[in-house]
């Protein structure tokens, strides 16, 4: 029997012990359903063999090479990652289009005696869902922005909020980035098809009669790019507006940049490309500091120069209606962090009334 999606909360709400993804390790690698395990029926360098023979020589000698394939990598997966598993385990397989691959490893795995089901059209209806919700839907409930300065500690207030009683979603985390220049981590991003599966998760998940925080962000976060649905809903948020002293913030940053700042000729390297927006003795000012470890007074010279007039400027050209709230020197210390949250999810609640 196949499972037929109808929306995404179909997926979250399906009575299944595990989501088995059998398409390639890159096809995985790219995007998936959230959750799903990867299980190949054939690797990167076997589908593309298969493909090749398929196309220039025969569909069946294809066809039997796959089949035998497939049936050696089921072998390795009964043997490893499913050994473990009862009399009365019930999965849910899918491939690229809910064919030939997923068919072929839900058989066997019916052989055994399990209740595998199949999610009919494979992964390509999944998509197609979330491309609706993301990019031909509007967003489904109140969206609430948290913005402020670089190093305002927005990241972490948003995601203290649930405890406030609020929801979020936290875009930077889904993108795997903090949203600047200098934002990136040693892992790459996403690919936009696995950001946009999170997001559409995050989405689904989400009470439509409740507003939702998000953090003020561009329209791109690293190489991620918003799609319309939220993107749209933030562009009139109501929005806070956090104001901390800027010393607090330059301390703020020296712990969220940690790992860059192990990194000093990474660090270095990442400053090049101010050089158009700054010119070469400014960055070289920079990069002298780098070399002297002198982290705090960099951080406050990039707010100065860059970061808090770039800011200032896109705010000026936000339509939705503004709040602030003013933060003492000490609100984002580790020990104040909590109650920052609280004062916070009052001015929230102020905003949205």
């Known amino acids: 029997m196949a499972l037929t999606l109808t929306s995404l909360a179909t997926l979250q709400g399906a009575d299944f012990d595990e989501i088995i993804d059998v398409r390639s390790p890159a096809e995985f690698a790219e995007d998936h359903v959230p959750g799903a395990v990867s299980l190949p029926v054939l690797s990167n360098a076997e589908r593309a063999e298969v493909g090749t023979v398929y196309v220039q020589d025969s569909p069946f000698r294809a066809r039997k090479m796959g089949a035998a394939m497939v049936a050696r ?21 899918y491939c690229w289009r809910g064919g030939q691959r997923s068919g072929s490893f839900t058989g066997i795995l ?27 839907g509007t967003f489904p409930c109140p969206v609430l922005l948290l913005d402020g300065d670089t190093g ?21 985390g889904l993108a795997h980035h903090r949203g600047s220049l200098l934002g990136a981590y040693a892992e790459e991003q996403p690919a936009q098809k696995g950001f946009e599966s999170r997001l559409a998760a995050a989405i689904t998940a989400l009470d439509p009669t409740r507003p939702v925080v998000v953090e003020a962000e561009s329209s791109k976060i690293g190489r991620i790019n918003l799609p319309p649905a939220i993107w749209q809903a933030m562009k009139s948020a109501p929005r806070l507006v956090l104001s901390v002293p800027r010393a607090a913030r330059a301390r703020y940053l020296m712990r969220s940049y940690g790992d860059l700042l192990a990194q000093p000729a990474d660090l270095t390297e990442r400053l090049d490309p101010f050089r158009k927006l700054h010119g070469h003795g400014q960055v070289e000012a920079w990069q002298a500091l780098v070399a002297e470890q002198a982290f705090e007074p960099l951080a406050d010279s990039l707010m100065e120069v860059h970061y808090d007039p770039l800011y200032r400027r896109n705010r000026k050209a936000k339509p939705g209606a503004a709040a602030e709230l003013a933060l003492d020197d000490g609100a984002l210390e580790p020990e104040a962090m909590a109650n920052t949250a609280a004062k916070v999810a009052e001015a929230l609640r102020a905003l949205s009334a």
Do not use: C, M
């Open 152 to 172: 305002s500690g927005k990241t972490d207030l948003l995601n203290l909020l649930p405890q406030e009683g609020f929801q979020v979603i936290d875009l930077e």
């Open 110 to 136: 019916q052989q055994v005696g399990w209740r595998a089901d199949v999610l009919k059209g494979g992964y390509q209806s999944y998509r197609r869902l979330v491309q609706t919700a993301l990019y031909d």
């Open 73 to 93: 990598n089921a072998a390795r997966h009964l043997e490893t990652h499913l050994a473990s598993k009862g009399g009365g385990y019930r999965p849910l397989v």
